[in-house]
């Protein structure tokens, strides 16, 4: 009996044990909050990521499992792009992607017979998810200040399909006389009945009044059904 539970296979069993609660725990978490990796995401991953570094210390020791663990840190990657969603100028799901990376992580140690090291790390993970959101929360509720941050600043219109290729040049045109090069025209909208474009200034500082008096200047134009501008932090 205890040599049973001192064999490789006992190891084995106590480091899928090991990345199975962790992975539940790092898991329950995500569910709780209902994003995409949710609970059996992570225990899946966690689990898998400690029965490749248990298989390749097995088959080749240390030498094996470190090999593995280069192959699962690359692959994990694309698992974690699954679950990154852009809609519109936002991109979601990279706090999911970076837990899957890290519950491969805390699978990589619990497969490396290193269960301490492994809860030790759980730990921080779900400290990160749920200690830090009241901080996070208070940090995305200040007004952004362009003093304060990199900015890009966008000029918007809304016009007629037809009149798009003219609306263009005015935007550049009336941009180019305050000074502010534009980086890029993008289309957000596009019916049978208006277009809505961006002009995306070359990241900078700028003044509040001088954005105010170009769209006053964009919408003198009759090809302008509205115009205004926002303000976004860049990454």
């Known amino acids: 009996m205890n040599d049973l539970l001192h064999s490789p296979y006992a190891r084995t069993v106590g480091g899928y044990l090991t990345a199975f609660v962790l992975g539940t725990l790092i898991g329950f978490e995500r569910q709780w909050r209902q994003r ?10 966690a689990v898998g990521a400690a029965a490749f570094c248990d298989l390749g210390a097995r088959l080749l020791g240390p030498e094996g499992a470190t090999r593995i663990i280069a192959y699962v840190v690359s692959g994990i990657g694309f698992l974690g792009a699954g679950v990154i969603l852009k809609d519109g100028t936002q991109i979601r799901g990279l706090n999911t992607a970076a837990t899957l990376w890290c519950s491969a992580a805390v699978g990589t140690l619990a497969g490396s017979h290193l269960p301490a090291e492994a809860c030790t790390l759980g730990m921080f993970v779900l400290a990160g998810n749920t200690l830090l959101r009241p901080l996070v929360n208070w940090v995305n509720r200040r007004p952004i200040e362009p003093e304060d941050t990199e900015a890009q600043y966008s000029v918007h219109v809304i016009c007629r399909p037809r009149d798009v290729s003219e609306v263009r040049d005015l935007l550049d045109s009336v941009l180019e006389r305050a000074s502010y090069p534009v980086r890029s025209v993008e289309t957000l909208s596009d019916s049978d009945e208006q277009v809505e474009l961006a002009a995306i200034l070359v990241p900078s500082t700028a003044e509040a009044d001088e954005l105010d008096a170009a769209v006053s200047a964009l ?17």
Do not use: D, K, M, Y
């Open 219 to 235: 919408e003198e134009s009759s090809l302008v059904l509205s115009s205004t501008w926002t303000l976004q932090t860049t990454s």
């Open 36 to 45: 995409s990796a949710g609970l059996r995401t992570n225990v899946l991953v």
